[in-house]
């Protein structure tokens, strides 16, 4: 071994980086020129045993560098094999949950063995199954794959998993969410008996648990963050305005230029798309992702997105994993996830590297239940950034034990034997009179004088028939 594909202590002869974990010759060298010196902690934990041939239970953080912490061991172990393989066949298979993580992955792999001869493939839903066909045809040394396409090309036999050695299976809560966890076992079983395993999650509820300790083999455990917990270099904060005011609130926080990379996160497709054509009505150009956008249209998005000509990314949580773009300043939560571990990943979409983040989330009344949900996952409260909601007094009351006040000003004002008859929020409220109109804005308040009160049983308006209760 020579001193060029080593780091050597400058005065111990002790190595150093990657080397120490056991990272040699060319691969390390591309290691190394990628700018990957220093391992971080998942990194050195996995590492070594799955070089000496253990299978790995990985719990870790999203963006802690779990991706090299699996591919550096496969590569190393490929790349002294040499390049003859069988058709139709992959030495090492990496499944995904989304097509977006699972190029990810392959853009990383490909990073990280620059110069050695490794062939890669990818094999995902959404795009050409022919061209994926043709593309293993030859046998690859790692396919990283979706779950559903590759169960397809397998059932078909244009792909053979007996000779595959090396299985990782990446943010298995995630794939265990998305309902693929019958498709996983099927196809472990269909890799080598004797095949090297690791399971990598973000979180472990009790069926990945499970999974675990039905495919892996005496593994060794890594943990290098307490469970559901953000990244320490993320600023968070909450901004509680109403759905009808949200639009608003945020063009005035996308007018800061310091705003310069934005992912927005809304919790359906239909309001990710709402999202984005209110923000080109207001003047800011945006890219969207999600599950009904075609594979083309999603990378074009996210292309455009990480090379800088929009600095807007609207998306679904099928964008909380898998997007690493380096140097997003912020991420925005215009809607909070209705699973409130999709938090954590959706923030950790900044902050990453250690570089500093900001995560803002803007919260209706309605969500309050689901913030609350995400403050007892994260083991702290969200600082208020804003409150649009009228409150005379936005911080905490010690008394509420943990609960927030989402009261409507006016309903206090009519306890105290006082109207002024303003909007929550007074008239200074930054929306305009026009916006919301004469009418009342919330439950509680008075209705206009003359008016009267709306009985449930109305005939005369229903039909005769009581109004059947409003589908979820």
Request: net charge positive.
């Amino acid at each position: 071994m020579t001193n060029e594909n080593i780091l050597i202590g400058k005065d111990t002869g002790e190595l150093n980086g990657f080397a120490a974990l056991g990272i040699t010759g060319a691969l390390l060298k591309a290691t190394n020129a990628a700018g990957f010196t220093d391992p971080k902690p998942i990194q050195a934990q996995a590492i070594p045993p799955q070089l000496e041939g253990r299978d790995i239970f990985g719990i870790a953080q999203t963006g802690s560098g779990k991706t090299a912490a699996f591919a550096l061991p496969i590569l190393s172990k490929i790349i002294a094999l040499g390049t003859k393989r069988r058709p139709k066949t992959a030495r090492a298979l990496i499944l995904a949950p989304t097509r977006e993580l699972a190029v990810q992955i392959e853009e990383m792999i490909k990073l990280l063995a620059k110069g050695a001869h490794v062939s890669t493939a990818l094999v995902l839903g959404g795009v050409s199954r022919f061209s994926q066909v043709k593309k293993v045809a030859p046998g690859v040394d790692i396919l990283i794959a979706t779950p559903g396409r590759l169960t397809d090309l397998v059932r078909e036999g244009d792909l053979m998993l007996a000779d595959t050695k090396w299985l990782v299976l990446d943010e298995g809560d995630r794939m265990l969410d998305m309902g693929f966890i019958n498709d996983v076992k099927r196809i472990a079983k269909a890799t080598a008996p004797d095949r090297q395993t690791v399971l990598f999650s973000a979180t472990m509820p009790a069926e990945i648990a499970e999974l675990a300790k039905g495919l892996l083999k005496n593994p060794i455990r890594v943990e290098v963050a307490p469970h559901s917990t953000a990244a320490a270099e993320i600023v968070q904060g909450v901004v509680f305005a109403r759905t009808k005011q949200k639009r608003q609130v945020l063009a005035n926080m996308l007018a800061d230029e310091a705003m310069k990379s934005v992912i927005i996160f809304s919790r359906t497709k239909h309001g990710a798309d709402r999202v984005t054509k209110d923000l080109e009505r207001d003047g800011f150009k945006a890219a969207v992702i999600h599950g009904n956008k075609s594979q083309n249209a999603r990378q074009k998005a996210l292309n455009d997105f990480r090379e800088g000509s929009v600095r807007i990314l609207v998306a679904t949580d099928i964008a909380a994993r898998g997007i690493d773009v380096p140097g997003i300043s912020h991420v925005v939560n215009f809607d909070l996830p209705d699973e409130a571990e999709s938090y954590v990943h959706r923030i950790g979409r900044t902050g990453r590297n250690g570089m500093d983040g900001i995560a803002i989330t803007l919260c209706d009344p309605s969500e309050n239940s689901k913030l609350r949900q995400v403050e007892r996952i994260i083991r702290t409260k969200l600082p208020i950034v804003a409150d649009h909601l009228g409150s005379p007094d936005p911080q905490r009351n010690p008394a509420e034990k943990n609960e927030r006040s989402f009261e409507p000003a006016n309903d206090r004002n009519d306890r105290n034997g006082r109207r002024d008859g303003r909007r929550p929020g007074g008239a200074n409220n930054g929306f305009g009179k026009k916006r919301f109109g004469d009418k009342p804005a919330f439950a509680g308040e008075r209705k206009p004088e003359g008016a009267k009160p709306f009985k449930g049983n109305n005939k005369r308006r229903f039909g005769g028939k009581r109004p059947a209760a409003r589908a979820a």
